[in-house]
């Protein structure tokens, strides 16, 4: 009875608090979601570099998508654009942050795999979909077999294939998937809570879902991506961080829009789409070129970090 009253009493502070707990149980829950797929991956062989890009971004994708889905169940196109569109724009000050904090950092990789413009048209290709105003099923169908091919031109370029483990033995693997199965319903859970909160919150401060979905839900939804890097730059693993980034980049736009758009087509007005879309291309092309020097610095990270400056200018104050 006290907590009905509490509800209608203060909706606006209840849903705030709803919202943090949200981000704060996303969080833990996806830091052990990648924990546990990780930890099976370096058993198998897998190299830090492809770890990073496919294992460690697809773990952390996870808020992303199941907000997403939610987004998509309750014809809200623009939570669903606003979350991963926000997430991956967010993606961009992580990686200058990382650079921050190394100072200067040896950036050439030893996985082959995919072209930098491939990365970039792989990361673009939802909103050239979407400009009719709709990401179909057909659409998503589309992403998703980009996705795959990608990945599977990735996988050959990591050329360490025939050098993985065949035989691990349960006995080893059992906690890790334990891990996994457990912190992925909390994921699940939570990440159905920050959703229904955040569309009150945007109702009742007159704010649009898209919004809401770009700063609230996507940003909070990259807080796995900054424990991971910071943990990979800690530990000297650089390369895990940098495909991280990446990787979530691609799993974000071919793999959840993929996945949203074949669970329900996704209606979204895109004039709303043209800051973010500007920036995103612009952001992501630059941590592109400057993975590409041999050697990256904090002056580059600052770059980073002032493109996202510029975006939240233009979109909020423009």
Same mark, same amino acid.
């Given at each position: 009875?006290?907590?009905? !009253?509490?509800?209608?009493?203060?909706?606006?502070?209840?849903?705030?608090?709803?919202?943090?707990?949200? =981000?704060?149980?996303?969080?833990?829950?996806?830091?052990?979601?990648?924990?546990?797929?990780?930890?099976? !991956?370096?058993?198998?062989?897998?190299?830090?570099?492809?770890?990073?890009?496919?294992?460690?971004?697809?773990?952390?994708?996870?808020?992303?998508?199941?907000?997403?889905?939610?987004?998509?169940?309750?014809?809200?196109?623009?939570?669903?654009?606003?979350?991963?569109?926000? !997430?991956?724009?967010?993606?961009?000050?992580?990686?200058? %942050?990382?650079?921050?904090?190394?100072?200067?950092?040896?950036?050439r990789q030893t996985v082959g795999g995919n072209a930098p413009i491939i990365t970039l048209f792989v990361t673009m290709l939802p909103l050239l979909l979407v400009i009719d105003g709709v990401l179909s099923k057909i659409d998503g169908a589309i992403l998703i077999i980009a996705f795959i091919a990608y990945i599977a031109r990735l996988w050959q370029g990591?050329?360490?294939?025939?050098?993985?483990?065949?035989?691990?033995? =349960?006995?080893? /693997?059992?906690?890790?998937?334990?891990?996994?199965?457990? !912190?992925?319903?909390?994921?699940?859970?939570?990440? $159905?809570?920050?959703?229904?909160?955040?569309? $009150?919150?945007?109702?009742?401060?007159?704010?649009?879902?898209?919004?809401?979905?770009? /700063?609230?839900?996507?940003?909070?939804?990259?807080?796995?991506?900054?424990?991971?890097?910071?943990?990979?730059?800690?530990?000297?693993?650089?390369? %895990?961080?940098?495909?991280?980034?990446?990787?979530?980049?691609?799993?974000?736009?071919?793999?959840?829009?993929?996945?949203?758009?074949?669970?329900?087509?996704?209606? /979204?007005?895109?004039?709303? =789409?043209?800051?973010?879309? /500007?920036?995103?291309?612009?952001?992501?092309?630059?941590?592109?070129?400057?993975?590409?020097?041999?050697?990256?610095?904090?002056?580059?990270?600052?770059?980073?970090?002032?493109?996202?400056?510029?975006?939240?200018?233009?979109?909020?104050?423009?």
């Amino acid at each position: 009875m006290v907590f009905e !009253s509490f509800i209608s009493i203060h909706p606006l502070l209840f849903h705030s608090i709803i919202v943090l707990a949200s =981000l704060i149980i996303v969080s833990k829950s996806s830091d052990l979601v990648v924990y546990g797929i990780s930890n099976y !991956s370096k058993k198998l062989g897998v190299s830090d570099y492809l770890i990073g890009f496919l294992v460690v971004s697809i773990g952390t994708a996870m808020p992303e998508l199941v907000a997403s889905i939610t987004g998509a169940m309750i014809n809200k196109g623009e939570i669903v654009f606003g979350t991963v569109l926000g !997430s991956n724009l967010f993606k961009i000050p992580l990686l200058g %942050l990382v650079l921050l904090l190394a100072k200067n950092i040896k950036t050439r990789q030893t996985v082959g795999g995919n072209a930098p413009i491939i990365t970039l048209f792989v990361t673009m290709l939802p909103l050239l979909l979407v400009i009719d105003g709709v990401l179909s099923k057909i659409d998503g169908a589309i992403l998703i077999i980009a996705f795959i091919a990608y990945i599977a031109r990735l996988w050959q370029g990591e050329g360490k294939l025939g050098k993985m483990k065949k035989n691990i033995e =349960l006995k080893n /693997i059992w906690k890790d998937a334990i891990i996994f199965s457990l !912190s992925l319903a909390a994921l699940l859970l939570s990440a $159905r809570w920050l959703v229904f909160s955040s569309m $009150r919150i945007s109702e009742m401060l007159d704010i649009s879902p898209y919004v809401v979905g770009l /700063i609230v839900i996507g940003v909070g939804a990259s807080t796995p991506e900054l424990t991971v890097q910071l943990r990979s730059l800690f530990k000297h693993h650089e390369n %895990l961080a940098f495909g991280n980034v990446f990787g979530s980049l691609v799993a974000n736009s071919a793999f959840v829009f993929g996945i949203a758009a074949l669970i329900k087509p996704v209606y /979204i007005n895109p004039s709303s =789409l043209i800051t973010t879309s /500007i920036f995103m291309f612009l952001g992501t092309l630059a941590a592109l070129v400057l993975m590409e020097k041999e050697n990256v610095n904090w002056k580059h990270g600052l770059i980073l970090i002032g493109i996202y400056v510029l975006f939240l200018v233009f979109e909020f104050v423009f």
